[in-house]
């Protein structure tokens, strides 16, 4: 698995960057070094301390709630100390200021490290292009495949103690956080060849369209890699970072992530870790325990005019649907529904619960959520016949 060549990985750079000194033999069996940080969550150099302008008086509260913006320190005072691809970006010297005043991060460990960050033209190519774009029909064979429904047991039967602890604790049925590990990376077979600071970086300061967010999960990259103390060149991800066997972006691992086996590190390429962070996402996205996903339905009349194609928050009850001319076929048992079209040759029609919403969350696309949906029900009936 890709998890045990991220891991071998690690070990191989890390080695290098000890001298070849070989620590462990696995992520489990890692000892705390004398520092007290643990191999090969080293984080190096260590996060110094707020830089501070010599005029600035002594403070004891963060910088941020102390020093109004228009006190900022001009541009002007960064070291010269940024080489490389984006080296000439104002942009990246504005977002190291930042980085400094707002987390105290400090100013030459930023610059050493963006300067040695490459662009990514892969992530800019993909970034444009995503999966999401085509129509339901071709959208859903990506997924609904016989070797992602076998993988899907496989990997149910493998992980089901944790499955189990983690349906139990955050309300959600073992096949769903099954169906997304399997739609986001085919049960961890491919959690994604991308550097992602350098994909971060190339989405955050060359693909201006959606600069502002990129930049963000930069901002909340760099924040994790410290969290975690590990160093950030060492993450690989999608091309657009999202990491591990669930494929969380940076906000997400920080907010969402649990150390489900309890060893003091978030490791989404743990499955210990990984399935109880996937429980918790959905938890904390709105999911409700025991109600029915999405349900197909006919459709006539005035209820065309209600159908969404990206999915809101539902508002509308069961009844005004079926009022309007909506006819589900089957059970919805969601006290909150949408009535969701799938565009194609032939558009499919589709009766969302509150649940349809929360997988959106994941990926605010109706066909994804959908992909989700039908992909846990065939594990679900592959593995118990039904
Ligand atoms: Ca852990």
Not at 106 to 132: C, M, N, Y
Not at 307 to 327: D, F, H, Y
Request: positive net charge; glycine residues 10%.
């Amino acid at each position: 698995m890709k998890i045990v060549y991220d891991s071998q990985r690690w070990k191989k750079q890390m080695g290098q960057l000890a001298g070849g000194v070989l620590i462990g033999l696995t992520l489990a069996a890692c000892s705390t070094g004398p520092n007290g940080m643990q191999w090969p969550w080293v984080f190096s150099p260590p996060v110094a301390p707020p830089t501070r302008q010599p005029t600035q008086p002594p403070v004891t509260t963060p910088p941020r709630a102390t020093v109004p913006p228009v006190t900022q320190p001009p541009v002007t005072t960064y070291p010269p100390g940024l080489h490389g691809d984006y080296a000439n970006y104002p942009a990246m010297r504005q977002f190291i200021g930042k980085m400094n005043r707002e987390h105290g991060f400090d100013i030459a460990f930023l610059e050493q490290t963006f300067s040695g960050v490459r662009r990514d033209g892969e992530a800019l190519t993909k970034v444009g292009a995503p999966a999401e774009g085509q129509p339901w029909r071709a959208y859903r064979p990506i997924f609904l495949t016989e070797e992602r429904i076998r993988g899907g047991v496989d990997f149910w039967n493998r992980y089901g103690a944790l499955l189990d602890s983690a349906s139990r604790q955050y309300g959600v049925a073992p096949e769903y956080l099954v169906a997304i590990i399997g739609v986001e990376t085919q049960y961890g077979k491919n959690t994604g060849k991308h550097n992602v600071l350098q994909a971060l970086t190339t989405l955050g300061f060359d693909y201006q369209r959606r600069a502002s967010f990129y930049q963000q999960e930069l901002e909340q990259f760099l924040l994790l890699a410290r969290e975690e103390r590990v160093r950030p060149q060492i993450f690989s991800g999608s091309y657009a970072g999202a990491m591990g066997l669930g494929q969380f972006i940076s906000s997400s691992y920080r907010t969402y992530s649990i150390d489900g086996n309890r060893d003091g590190k978030r490791d989404l390429w743990n499955p210990q870790d990984a399935i109880p962070s996937v429980g918790n996402y959905f938890a904390r996205n709105g999911w409700k325990a025991g109600q029915d996903v999405a349900v197909p339905a006919s459709v006539g009349g005035a209820a065309l005019s209600m159908a969404e194609t990206t999915p809101k928050k539902p508002s509308r009850s069961l009844g005004e649907l079926i009022n309007a001319g909506v006819r589900p076929q089957g059970s919805m048992n969601s006290s909150r529904v949408s009535l969701i079209k799938l565009e194609g040759s032939t558009d499919e029609y589709w009766v969302g619960g509150e649940n349809f919403y929360a997988i959106t969350r994941y990926n605010p696309n109706a066909k994804y959520a959908m992909a989700v949906h039908q992909l846990a029900q065939a594990i679900r009936q592959r593995k118990f016949g039904l």
